[in-house]
């Protein structure tokens, strides 16, 4: 066996090390509290006297010499009975109403027991209208021929059997719709004060950059923070020249210096709805969309101060339609100059040269947004939604309407 070599130790190249210096821990800033949600005052509702609204309807079914008639507009249904669950139909004249609805509402619908006779239905609707109708011994039964398909009316046919018929009814409820009582502006009111303050709440954080989704959905839920459960259409934020679209989709495009911001949005309260618009520019205005905010808020004014009982609504379309006209855009203002509010977003009357006439009333409630549009450019609308009195008109929306005040 061979000897082992001894092996001299080297001295270590590498320095010894070094104590460690003492770095002190950098205290991890705490995360900023949550904006407050600005506190918002809503005016107290009112109780609606919805046993006058079904006596008037029963009144209106007798006026057609029906004895009874199924509403089945779901919103026709909320209008008489406060319910807004929806699959329920109801059921009205002689013998007083009857609300067909099912298992899922059976516990919501116990306020409504004192309004009308409550039916839980255990198959489907269709046959259990024909049940009821049995049981209040009807012989014809009226429809809404607005709302019933040509599907709809056969099966109910068939299922009330011979002997019994259906009739076609238009317009029966649309007329009570039209006017509002003091309860439903009070709603309408609060959705507007809801749609203000969401604004209010985030118009000091807009800023270039954001995409147009973000800010519709931050409008959103501010919205709902406040009570709205559901906006009352789909928001359009359309930043740059995607304002000139008047029924634009908001995408991931960005806000930019120097352009305009289109915002269209609007609230609901207890199943009332408002809707506003509003145009602003981050710095500088375009020169020309600078001149046709102007030209659009002229006839927003024009139109509005002209609203009151007995005007029609042609008349009121043509005076900011006019004013638009002599500016040199009347191309550009294509939509008609409003519509109602109420149950729905889009309610009766429509104030459009598209339209037939109809004369306004007291009660009735209605928006005017004019609007110019440029492509490639940007588009102007300004929307407020008003109140016709006895004398003239209120504006519902508190929100300015000044260049000024629209510059971020």
Not at 92 to 114: H, K, M, Q
Not at 336 to 353: F, I, K, N, V
Request: some cysteine.
């Amino acid at each position: 066996m061979g000897s082992a070599k001894k092996t001299s130790k080297r001295p270590s190249k590498r320095p010894a090390s070094r104590p460690a210096k003492k770095v002190a821990k950098k205290a991890t800033p705490k995360a900023a509290p949550a904006p407050a949600t600005p506190k918002l005052k809503l005016l107290p509702d009112l109780t609606p006297d919805f046993k006058s609204r079904l006596g008037k309807l029963a009144a209106a079914i007798d006026a057609r010499s029906v004895s009874h008639a199924l509403i089945t507009n779901p919103l026709d249904v909320a209008y008489f009975t406060g319910f807004l669950g929806g699959d329920s139909y109801l059921v009205a004249g002689t013998g007083g109403p009857v609300l067909i609805s099912d298992f899922r509402y059976e516990e919501e619908l116990a306020p409504v027991a004192s309004l009308a006779r409550i039916h839980i239905r255990k198959g489907g609707i269709i046959g259990a209208v024909a049940d009821v109708a049995s049981q209040l011994n009807v012989t014809e039964l009226g429809v809404q021929a607005e709302h019933v398909t040509l599907a709809q009316s056969s099966q109910l046919a068939e299922a009330l059997g011979e002997g019994k018929a259906i009739r076609p009814l238009t317009r029966l409820v649309q007329p009570f719709r039209l006017i509002k009582d003091d309860s439903e502006v009070r709603l309408i009111q609060n959705a507007a004060r809801i749609q203000e303050a969401a604004l209010r709440e985030i118009l000091p954080t807009l800023a270039p950059g954001q995409t147009e989704l973000d800010i519709a959905s931050r409008l959103e839920a501010a919205m709902k923070s406040r009570g709205s459960p559901k906006p009352g259409f789909e928001s359009i934020v359309a930043a740059r020249a995607n304002g000139s679209l008047p029924h634009y989709r908001p995408k991931m495009v960005k806000a930019a210096n120097n352009t305009p911001l289109l915002i269209d949005w609007g609230a609901t309260y207890k199943g009332y709805h408002s809707d506003m618009t509003r145009v602003f520019a981050f710095g500088k205005w375009p020169a020309k969309v600078r001149e046709i905010y102007q030209i659009v808020r002229e006839a927003h004014m024009a139109a509005a101060a002209a609203l009151k009982p007995g005007v029609s609504t042609r008349d009121i379309d043509a005076i900011a339609r006019g004013h638009i006209t002599d500016a040199g855009y009347g191309p550009n203002f294509g939509h008609g100059l409003g519509h109602g509010l109420g149950l729905q977003g889009h309610d009766e009357p429509s104030l459009s040269h598209m339209a037939s006439p109809t004369e306004l009333a007291a009660g009735m409630v209605v928006t005017i947004e004019p609007g110019i549009y440029l492509p490639n450019i940007g588009g102007v609308r300004l929307e407020d939604d008003y109140l016709i009195t006895d004398t003239g008109a209120t504006n519902l929306c508190t929100l300015p309407l000044d260049i000024e005040w629209a510059t971020l």
